[in-house]
């Protein structure tokens, strides 16, 4: 059996998880009278692939827009990469390389395909204004070269024939990957799924589920994941952190939280054999 | 007591009925952008047109006479008649109504899943449209507007504060009248829109026009009424100022001055309309009279917007409107 | 059959970015330029210079401005006219303080000056959005305006109050004043109207312009996936407040000469560039010429066909023409949200079937 407290271990199919990446320590959050997130603590390791589960209401969006830092804990701190992170705003946590998508997608819809998944490459491009208003030389070179990685991706995700339609006519399976394209664009260490499989019938799903295991397979990137299906979770996930009314009622392996029986009770019900 | 601080006292009772007015016009707008969400602009062409028709209509104008006259060379100027002030009243409340049916079925039926911003912009062009049209109706000339409201100083304010004070105050009739008219008017609409039936839906319609349909509410007969509302407000509101100082193109104007009113006390909000008013009328007068002198004068032109901006910076939803929470 | 993309393959990224991709439309673009370059300067006399050329072209950079920072970057602003008379006196102060100074640095200097009021003015739209903003932006546009009437170091302490641009010339042709010829300063803004497309492109197709399409479109994810709000917002309002103020210099010096600042940059004048990017269509650089064309030539072709073809009275005219553009508004925003340029785009579709319906 893998010891998961190690520094770092190699799962049982092959892939490297490391040590510690993220800290999330005693975070508490209000709105006015509400708590959304009472004094939960959990890590993630570099790698790997961590579940956020529990009810509705339970707080996990809530959670991972504590990551992003667009809420700000009244308590508590977070730690990335054995340092404490101050407090900051939103656009500064994405410049560390920390991505996201969102429950109820956030795409631009003025936009199309290709210039949404070109914002996620935004953290990356530095020409200035004055550059870009004479284009030819270094801002043509930029958009370029940042015009062939996102192709790249692209070509990954297999939206190649959409990719100058306006996202706003896009399907909603559709836009689920554009918006994956666009996290995955940021060349993200951290990368955090609000839901990416609601909504969707089970092939599309599996679509989803590949693309995420390989991104976490060929990229290495760390996934943070909410999500409700409790396949897709059990069979994806390394780790699972399930939450209820803002606690945490169970973190671990996905065997050990199936096994918990506070996990049984709030969410996943008795077991039918 | 001292001269200039009566004097200073003086500038801000006549500011507090300069805001009581102003708050006429924004009630208006309140009413518009609570049931549907529109801010709408038009609000204070609405009050022009409507001090207008009112005029045309006590008078007998002909309406549209100058373009019949330049078309088919005749020389029709007035039917003749004139009518009594009640009865011209309500024929034109009944030419508001009709106009919150036109607009409903034109412009707001049209529009109705768009953004704010381009139901904003419809009505700029709907301003810019009723303005031309108001003046193609009854022309672009200065009226006066009669309607047999008492006018001329107040003898009894005068003697009273002079007896008291020494010192006595120039209040103008009109502007008592004005003031009574207003808070009868924002009681009978906060009455409406809380307790009665029509009321409460039309803050269901505020608040999500889907689920207002989804209960069976009709959207179209609620934007008629309101904007039917906002169009009797705006008469009012035409009356007072009409009667004060002329009904001309100025008084379409006012409109913009209402907006600091709004930004001040929420646009969400009937008491906040009140309170803003009071705040800009109150605020512009005096500011005018205690630093004018030093920069110029004229700084009524700019310093209610300036009050709100600021106001805004730190306050973003005004005195009583409801904060933007977001989510994502 | 003739206007078609068939067979024309993009090999590489560069030329799938570029800004004509279909042959046909290249082509038809730089005919047009040789035209507006080379011939029209022959044919040109002082009405059309008057009546048309110049004011479009002015108000084709002044849409730009607005158009970069309402339609691109979702900002609205009512205070337009308040930033083209920053434009304006900064440029008159500039002339009769550095006589030696070419009206091109002029010009350009006023537009930069313009910029930093512009993001001045701006600093509010961190925390205000939506009407609330629209409305801040008010305060921008009566205060400047009650600013250049009210302090004489603005006009020089003239009696009138009124600003005149005084004479300058460029390779030896007058561009301003009364000497100056139709085809000079048809050329001179013509030059500047170019340039300043061709900027505004460059801005709109790169980074800068997605940062301000995202603010727009949603700030809230824009931020989250790493737009600086602060930074997008203010280079919103400095471009656009660069374009506009000298759209106001160049309408100044060049276009009239002379200004009463109430009755050259009121709010009227916020409505009508407003006016042209909503009918011209928001966001489109190619909309923000046509709103400006079709709002420049609708009033003189009104004028020509009502009081000079018709006898109408002058009055008459006018309260048609409010008429008009506002049901024009309405029409566009409830058929064509997009503008003229949507249409335009629409058009080009259908004509890239035909003959073959689709």
């Given at each position: 059996m893998t010891d998961m407290t190690a520094d770092s271990y190699v799962t049982e199919d092959g892939r490297t998880i490391g040590g510690v990446v993220?800290?999330?320590?005693?975070?508490?959050?209000?709105?006015?009278?509400?708590?959304?997130?009472?004094?939960?603590?959990?890590?993630?390791?570099?790698?790997?692939?961590?579940?956020?589960?529990?009810?509705?209401?339970?707080?996990?969006?809530?959670?991972?827009?504590?990551?992003?830092?667009?809420?700000?804990?009244?308590?508590?701190?977070?730690?990335?990469?054995?340092?404490?992170?101050?407090?900051?705003?939103?656009?500064?946590?994405?410049?560390?390389?920390?991505?996201?998508?969102?429950?109820?997608?956030?795409?631009?819809?003025?936009?199309?395909?290709?210039?949404?998944?070109?914002?996620?490459?935004?953290?990356?491009?530095?020409?200035?204004?004055?550059?870009?208003?004479?284009?030819?030389?270094?801002?043509?070179?930029?958009?370029?070269?940042?015009?062939?990685?996102?192709?790249?991706?692209?070509?990954?995700?297999?939206?190649?024939?959409?990719?100058?339609?306006?996202?706003?006519?896009?399907?909603?399976?559709?836009?689920?990957?554009?918006?994956?394209?666009?996290?995955?664009?940021?060349?993200?260490?951290?990368?955090?799924?609000?839901?990416?499989?609601?909504?969707?019938?089970?092939?599309?799903k599996e679509d989803m589920s590949r693309f995420i295991l390989d991104v976490n397979d060929e990229y290495g990137t760390t996934i943070c994941l909410i999500e409700h299906d409790m396949g897709v979770v059990m069979d994806l996930s390394d780790r699972v952190v399930v939450m209820d009314y803002g606690k945490k009622i169970g973190d671990g392996t996905p065997d050990e939280v199936r096994n918990n029986q506070a996990v049984i009770d709030a969410y996943l019900g008795v077991a039918h054999d | 007591m001292p001269e200039q601080f009566m004097w200073a006292m003086e500038v801000m009772v006549n500011g507090l009925m300069t805001g009581v007015l102003y708050a006429l016009v924004a009630l208006g707008f309140v009413l518009i952008f609570k049931a549907s969400g529109v801010f709408n602009y038009a609000q204070g062409v609405m009050a022009l047109f409507a001090a207008m028709t009112l005029v045309g209509i006590q008078k007998g104008q002909v309406p549209f006479s100058h373009l019949i006259n330049t078309i088919f060379g005749t020389e029709i100027h007035g039917f003749g008649w004139e009518l009594a002030p009640w009865l011209a009243i309500l024929l034109t409340a009944g030419v508001m109504v009709l106009f919150a049916w036109l607009v409903q079925k034109f412009i707001l039926q049209h529009l109705v899943n768009q953004p704010d911003i381009i139901l904003f912009m419809a009505t700029i062009g709907l301003a810019y449209f009723l303005e031309g049209f108001a003046d193609l109706m009854w022309g672009a000339d200065i009226k006066t507007l009669d309607i047999g409201l008492p006018q001329g100083v107040n003898d009894w304010v005068e003697s009273t504060t002079y007896n008291l004070f020494g010192y006595g105050f120039f209040i103008d009739n009109l502007d008592i009248v004005a003031t009574v008219v207003a808070a009868l008017l924002v009681t009978a609409l906060i009455l409406f829109a809380q307790y009665t039936k029509q009321g409460r839906a039309m803050r269901a319609v505020a608040d999500d026009h889907q689920a207002a349909q989804s209960v069976g509410i009709s959207l179209r007969f609620i934007w008629v009424m309101v904007w039917s509302v906002a169009g009797f407000v705006a008469l009012v509101a035409g009356i007072m100022w009409g009667a004060k100082s002329g009904v001309q193109f100025s008084l379409s104007l006012i409109a913009l001055k209402a907006l600091p009113v709004l930004m001040l006390g929420g646009f969400t909000s009937i008491p906040g309309a009140i309170v803003g008013g009071l705040i800009i009328g109150v605020g512009e007068k005096l500011f005018e009279f205690l630093v004018g002198p030093y920069i110029g004068g004229a700084t009524e032109n700019w310093f209610a917007y300036v009050l709100a901006l600021i106001f805004l910076v730190f306050r973003p939803q005004g005195l009583f409107g409801e904060k933007i929470i977001e989510r994502v | 059959m003739i206007y078609r993309e068939a067979g024309d393959f993009k090999t590489s990224y560069r030329e799938d970015s570029q800004t004509f991709p279909i042959k046909l439309d290249r082509r038809a673009f730089w005919a047009m330029m040789i035209f507006a370059f080379g011939v029209v300067p022959f044919l040109i006399n002082d009405y059309w210079v008057n009546a048309v050329m110049l004011p479009f072209l002015i108000y084709a950079i002044a849409a730009l401005g607005l158009n970069i920072l309402t339609g691109y970057a979702g900002q609205v602003s009512l205070g337009t006219g308040g930033f083209m008379a920053v434009g304006a006196y900064a440029s008159y102060k500039l002339m009769t303080a550095f006589p030696d100074l070419p009206i091109l640095i002029d010009v350009l200097l006023a537009g930069g000056?313009?910029?930093?009021?512009?993001?001045?003015?701006?600093?509010?739209?961190?925390?205000?959005?939506?009407?609330?903003?629209?409305?801040?932006?008010?305060?921008?546009?009566?205060?400047?305006?009650?600013?250049?009437?009210?302090?004489?170091?603005?006009?020089?302490?003239?009696?009138?109050?009124?600003?005149?641009?005084?004479?300058?010339?460029?390779?030896?042709?007058?561009?301003?004043?009364?000497?100056?010829?139709?085809?000079?300063?048809?050329?001179?803004?013509?030059?500047?109207?170019?340039?300043?497309?061709?900027?505004?492109?460059?801005?709109?197709?790169?980074?800068?312009?997605?940062?301000?399409?995202?603010?727009?479109?949603?700030?809230?994810?824009?931020?989250?996936?790493?737009?600086?709000?602060?930074?997008?917002?203010?280079?919103?309002?400095?471009?656009?407040?660069?374009?506009?103020?000298?759209?106001?210099?160049?309408?100044?010096?060049?276009?009239?000469?002379?200004?009463?600042?109430?009755?050259?940059?009121?709010?009227?004048k916020s409505f009508l560039i407003l006016f042209m990017i909503i009918i011209g269509g928001l966001g489109s650089i190619f909309g923000s010429f046509a709103g400006a064309a079709f709002l420049v030539l609708m009033p003189v072709l009104l004028k020509n066909l009502l009081v000079d073809g018709l006898g109408w009275p002058t009055d008459l005219a006018a309260h048609l023409q409010f008429m008009i553009v506002g049901g024009l508004i309405i029409a566009f925003l409830v058929f064509e949200p997009h503008g003229l340029a949507q249409l335009w785009r629409l058009t080009k579709e259908k004509l890239r079937l035909w003959p073959f319906p689709h």
């Open positions: 993220m800290e999330m320590k005693n975070i508490t959050l209000r709105f006015g009278g509400v708590v959304a997130i009472k004094d939960i603590s959990f890590d993630i390791r570099e790698g790997e692939i961590r579940a956020i589960i529990g009810p509705n209401g339970a707080g996990k969006s809530s959670m991972l827009n504590v990551i992003s830092g667009f809420y700000v804990p009244q308590e508590g701190e977070v730690w990335f990469h054995g340092a404490k992170r101050p407090k900051m705003k939103p656009f500064q946590v994405a410049r560390q390389g920390i991505a996201r998508t969102f429950q109820n997608i956030a795409l631009f819809e003025g936009m199309s395909v290709l210039d949404n998944v070109m914002t996620g490459r935004l953290t990356h491009m530095k020409t200035g204004l004055a550059a870009q208003s004479i284009w030819w030389g270094k801002a043509e070179k930029e958009e370029i070269e940042n015009r062939e990685k996102v192709e790249k991706i692209i070509d990954f995700l297999e939206i190649q024939a959409i990719r100058k339609t306006p996202v706003g006519r896009l399907p909603y399976g559709l836009k689920k990957r554009v918006e994956l394209a666009r996290a995955l664009a940021a060349e993200p260490k951290l990368l955090l799924l609000d839901e990416p499989m609601a909504g969707m019938n089970v092939e599309e | - | 000056i313009t910029a930093l009021v512009g993001m001045a003015f701006g600093l509010p739209s961190l925390r205000i959005k939506g009407f609330y903003l629209a409305v801040a932006t008010l305060a921008a546009q009566f205060f400047l305006v009650w600013l250049f009437n009210k302090v004489p170091w603005f006009f020089n302490y003239s009696a009138s109050g009124m600003i005149n641009a005084p004479e300058r010339s460029m390779f030896g042709a007058a561009i301003t004043g009364p000497e100056a010829s139709a085809p000079a300063r048809y050329l001179f803004i013509l030059v500047i109207a170019f340039a300043l497309a061709w900027v505004a492109r460059n801005l709109t197709r790169g980074s800068v312009g997605r940062k301000w399409m995202a603010i727009r479109d949603m700030d809230i994810a824009a931020e989250i996936i790493g737009v600086n709000p602060l930074t997008a917002k203010l280079s919103a309002f400095a471009v656009s407040s660069f374009f506009i103020g000298v759209a106001g210099a160049l309408l100044f010096t060049v276009y009239l000469g002379s200004v009463e600042v109430g009755e050259a940059f009121g709010i009227q």
